[in-house]
């Protein structure tokens, strides 16, 4: 093993034989380098080809290329020095042990692994994946095994959105058409893990009910109309987007909630109080939720639900609710 100054037009960066990383950001290190050069000399292993592989240092690398910097300092070592196993290794713990990864980040660990490097899922599932901070679970190696399915602008997608790793399994069920046509309604939006899971569920039962695509259900139904408009905030957006594709799945149950929402606006409530029901209304019990600061408040909200009741509106929701 040597240090030197390198060209850095003579690292095969097209060469990813090591790399896990995946989407990287470099605009903070494009400023440190800028500052104050590169710290720490990148890892490079010399082919008996005679180019140059990047074992540890590629986001650095890509920094001083974007940066136009002509030589980056290396540590080189020769191929009987470091097998391609041990030097995906270097690689494999210089990362985890100096930043979060990324969920398509561990895919590719545990497909090189497995793939490429040869390594037993046994291995894998008993030694790296606690390396990565998964649990050792058969179902969780084969969960991310599975996303090789992903469509580039979906791993992309995944990575920006900071997806979980069920999320990212079950939009690689899809197919690549349709990961196309599903990237471009996601993008507009950042649910939560169960919501988006939610989507995601409603968005295939309605397909596979109908016997048609989930390019077709995403037509029909306007969905990338709804949440393309830039002026509405991203949770109303789901909201909206759930929403929609629940009435089309679940019409009945749609047209009750809609009813009991009339039936909830009759009471005149204040804006500090809400009744809240079961969604799907298996839960016999209805709740009453509010807020208040002074007695004021209370009496006054205490005035509207009497109210309600002499009119005979509490008696409406509660025949209503329970037919």
């Given amino acids: 093993m040597i240090l030197q100054y390198i060209q850095t037009n003579q690292v095969n960066v097209a060469d990813d034989s090591f790399r896990v990383t995946f989407a990287p950001r470099l605009d903070e290190l494009k400023n440190s380098i800028r500052e104050v050069g590169v710290i720490n000399p990148i890892t490079l292993r010399h082919t008996q080809e005679g180019t140059y592989q990047v074992v540890t240092g590629y986001k650095r690398l890509l920094a001083c290329l974007e ?6 300092p290396a540590l080189i070592y020769e191929p009987h020095d470091l097998s391609p196993m041990q030097a995906f290794l270097y690689n494999l713990h210089d990362n985890i042990f100096t930043r979060e990864l990324n969920v398509v980040e561990k895919y590719t660990i545990c497909s090189k692994l497995v793939k490429l490097y ?4 046994e291995d894998v599932v008993k030694h790296y994946l606690p390396l990565l901070g998964e649990e050792p679970s058969y179902k969780i190696l084969h969960q991310y095994l599975g996303l090789e399915q992903l469509i580039e602008a979906m791993k992309v997608h995944v990575v920006e959105k900071g997806a979980a790793l069920s999320s990212a399994m079950r939009i690689a069920e899809f197919t690549p058409s349709t990961q196309n046509s599903l990237v471009n309604v996601l993008k507009h939006v950042n649910p939560s893990t169960n919501k988006l899971n939610e ?3 409603l968005i295939r039962e309605i397909a596979a009910r109908d016997g048609t695509s989930v390019e077709e259900i995403l037509q029909r139904y306007q969905l990338l109309t709804i949440v393309a408009d830039p002026s509405v905030a991203a949770p109303e957006k789901v909201m909206a987007l759930r929403q929609t594709l629940r009435s089309v799945r679940l019409p009945h149950l749609t047209e009750r909630q809609n009813q009991l929402t009339e039936l ?5 409530l ?4 809400r009744l809240v029901a079961d ?23 205490v005035s509207k639900i009497q109210e309600a009741f002499e009119k005979q509106h509490w008696h409406k929701i509660f025949e209503w609710y329970r037919a």
Wanted: charge should be negative.
């Fill in 67 to 72: 940066l136009n910097r002509q030589t980056i």
């Fill in 118 to 121: 040869a390594v037993s899922e």
């Fill in 199 to 201: 989507l995601l569920t």
């Fill in 264 to 268: 909830i606006q009759g009471l005149q």
């Fill in 270 to 273: 204040p804006q500090s109080a």
């Fill in 279 to 301: 969604p799907y209304f298996e839960d016999p019990k209805l709740k009453l939720e509010c807020q208040f600061s002074a007695p004021e408040e209370l009496n006054a909200l």
